[in-house]
């Protein structure tokens, strides 16, 4: 049953905080994370307007929108309580309300953002980064902090969308992917000279394999044209990082392989059928596999849209914990925690570089996020 919210007063104070059992060891080399990126990282720095801040998003946990794109939790807050760390403050939330409270890191995400700029006029990855460094040049971070600090930077195709509005041609997309790619490496660069200990970036997910794209095929299947035109933006990448920890001496850039996890928990659900791998059916998502929870009723709509007269434009599922995906393109919270759980040799070797003890994230609960920021309940993290 769909229950009505109010959003909180006081939304500037709004974050996440997912309690971490006290009975483990907390000693990091990495005690703050910094986020640059997309909606697959945001959490909560878009203006109230845009979808991520109405219901149903937030359905699932807390019960109310955080600026968060799906029904409960992203990327990003598996990650910080997988380090051990509080979820970064976006600093659009911050408001220069205490250092106390942004000594996990923060948050320079936008929904909507890509290394250049989109339709959804949102600061692209460069400007991210100016304005980390302004936070910087203010005294908030100092060379310290940074030198105990990882930078998680996402970028999950918002360039390429922009493309394909913009009339882009099949004969030319691999030649755009090459100059995403080249923006990219100058943004990573930029990173690499603050002086952070590690900068992990995720590779692009299967986008032939997204809602937007398994529509076609009713849901049933990816798009493999698609996929391979993905495989393309990641060889790059992975070229890219090579190059840079060459020019290094302690390799602080790593890739965490989103393509691969997304992949894994699409095959183990569905099969051969679905992207070419075999493995074993065990369904634990619904059927059809792809297809999303909250789907809007036309294409001018979106999950979340209502009519001039308040009548919702779109269908939500009754259970979101049944589907991968929360809409056109973004997972849902069990969604992100299966994809989390299957990045396994990815994270196994973040956490020999970083000395960390990682956590391995089970959430559970509701209601641990209230308007002033504190916890109601605690999430577990077994």
């Not at 974050?15 to 080399?29: E, G, L, N, Q």
């Not at 894994?264 to 297809?291: A, C, M």
Request: charged letters at 20%.
């Amino acid at each position: 049953m769909v229950r009505k919210f109010e959003l909180p007063f006081l939304l500037s104070q709004l974050y996440v905080v997912i309690v971490v059992p006290h009975d483990r060891p907390h000693i990091h080399s990495i005690s703050k994370l910094f986020v640059l990126g997309d909606s697959y990282v945001d959490t909560g720095n878009n203006k109230l307007t845009v979808q991520a801040w109405k219901f149903p998003f937030g359905e699932t946990f807390p019960g109310f929108p955080t600026g968060r794109y799906s029904d409960g939790l992203v990327f990003t807050d598996f990650l910080a309580s997988f380090m051990g760390l509080r979820s970064p403050m976006p600093y659009e939330q911050w408001n220069n309300l205490s250092k106390r409270r942004v000594r996990s890191g923060m948050n320079f995400a936008h929904g909507g953002a890509g290394v250049f700029n989109t339709y959804h006029k949102v600061p692209n990855i460069t400007t991210q980064i100016n304005t980390f460094k302004q936070y910087i040049v203010e005294g908030v971070y100092n060379k310290n902090d940074l030198e105990k600090a990882m930078a998680l930077v996402a970028l999950s195709g918002n360039d390429y969308q922009q493309y394909i509005i913009d009339g882009g041609t099949d004969e030319g997309f691999r030649a755009f992917v090459v100059k995403v790619l080249d923006q990219l490496e100058l943004n990573l660069r930029e990173i690499g000279k603050i002086g952070l200990k590690k900068v992990v970036m995720l590779n692009l997910e299967p986008l032939g394999c997204l809602p937007n794209k398994a529509v076609l095929m009713s849901y049933e299947k990816c798009d493999k044209h698609a996929n391979n035109e993905t495989m393309f933006h990641n060889m790059l990448l992975q070229q890219i990082v090579q190059r840079l920890n060459n020019e290094t001496t302690d390799s602080p850039f790593q890739i965490l392989d989103l393509y691969s996890a997304f992949l894994s928990v699409i095959n183990k659900q569905g099969g051969e059928d679905y992207s070419g791998i075999t493995k074993s059916r065990s369904f634990e998502f619904g059927n059809p596999l792809l297809k999303p929870c909250c789907i809007a009723t036309s294409a001018e709509y979106l999950c979340g849209s209502v009519d001039g007269n308040g009548v919702k434009q779109y269908t939500l599922c009754e259970n979101p914990t049944d589907n991968i995906f929360w809409d056109a393109v973004h997972p849902s919270q069990s969604g992100w925690k299966a994809i989390f759980s299957a990045l396994g040799s990815s994270l196994t070797e973040l956490h020999s570089h970083l000395n960390i003890h990682p956590q391995r994230p089970s959430l559970s609960g509701s209601g641990a996020i209230s308007k002033y920021g504190h916890a109601r309940r605690k999430i577990s993290v077994s």
